[in-house]
Every structure is written in structure tokens, then in C-alpha cells.
């Protein structure tokens, strides 16, 4: 059983930066695959970036290339999403997610995760 904890969300200039902590309980958390989502308001939940085990394979979506870095800290049980150069459209909820039994190939896909946090919001004014 893993519990997800999401914070460092807030209000933020275009341009700005924010940087989210998902702190997670549980021993399974060194083996998981860890994904950060968003879900803007009417939209479907959205692919952000993903983190296996070990850190050093990283996935992420074309929308945040260049902007956005995942990173995690295993003997802290946390994962971290630095979000620079933010952007409107940035704007939702954003989610982490974990997932013990997760295949990397299917780790941008929400329906694979197994554990979720309850999301911190995320704005961005123009």
C-alpha cells in the first residue's frame, strides 16, 4: 500500500516557476514507478512526466520538454516536479501516481497507476 501526498501547487506568473513534492508512504515506494499527471478543468487527465526506480530513465510529455524535470529522492519517499518557465496553459489539478507493478512502456497512461494523491492546484496568470 502506498499513500500519496502532493504539495507546493499554487498561483504563479506566466513565466514563474513552482516546484511540487509528492511525499509518499509505504515501502514499496523505492520500487515504483512514479508519474506525475494534470487534469485542467474540462479536460481529461493528462500525461506530465514519469520516473522509474532507479531515476535515471525519464519520460515526459512534448508540452513541458525543456521547461519540466522529475526527480526523486528515495531515502526521503519523495518525488519533485520543477516546473520552470510556466505557461496558461499549465493551468490544473496536478496528480502524482504511483505504480508498483507498472511497465515502463505503459507508464504514461493513468489507467496503470495503482496509488493517487488528491492533487494540488496548479494556476498560472497571464
Known amino acids: 500500500q502506498v499513500q500519496l501526498v502532493e504539495s507546493g501547487g499554487g498561483l504563479v506568473q506566466a513565466g514563474g516557476s513552482l516546484r511540487l513534492s509528492c511525499a509518499a508512504s509505504?515501502?514499496?515506494?523505492?520500487?515504483?514507478?512514479m508519474g506525475w499527471f494534470r487534469q485542467a478543468a474540462g479536460k481529461e487527465r493528462e500525461f506530465v512526466m514519469a520516473?522509474?526506480?532507479?531515476?535515471?530513465?525519464?519520460k515526459f510529455a512534448s508540452s513541458v520538454k525543456g521547461r519540466f524535470t522529475i526527480s526523486r529522492d528515495n531515502a526521503k519517499n519523495t518525488v519533485y516536479l520543477q516546473m520552470n518557465n510556466l505557461e496558461p496553459e499549465d493551468t490544473a489539478v496536478y496528480y502524482c501516481?504511483?505504480?508498483?507493478?507498472?511497465?515502463?512502456?505503459?507508464?504514461?497512461?493513468?489507467?496503470?497507476?495503482?496509488?493517487w494523491g488528491q492533487g494540488t492546484q496548479v494556476t498560472v496568470s497571464s
Open positions: 501516481a504511483a505504480g508498483a507493478r507498472l511497465r515502463w512502456n505503459d507508464a504514461t497512461l493513468p489507467s496503470k497507476y495503482e496509488y
Open positions: 509505504g515501502r514499496t515506494f523505492s520500487a515504483a514507478i
Open positions: 520516473i522509474n526506480w532507479r531515476g535515471d530513465n525519464i
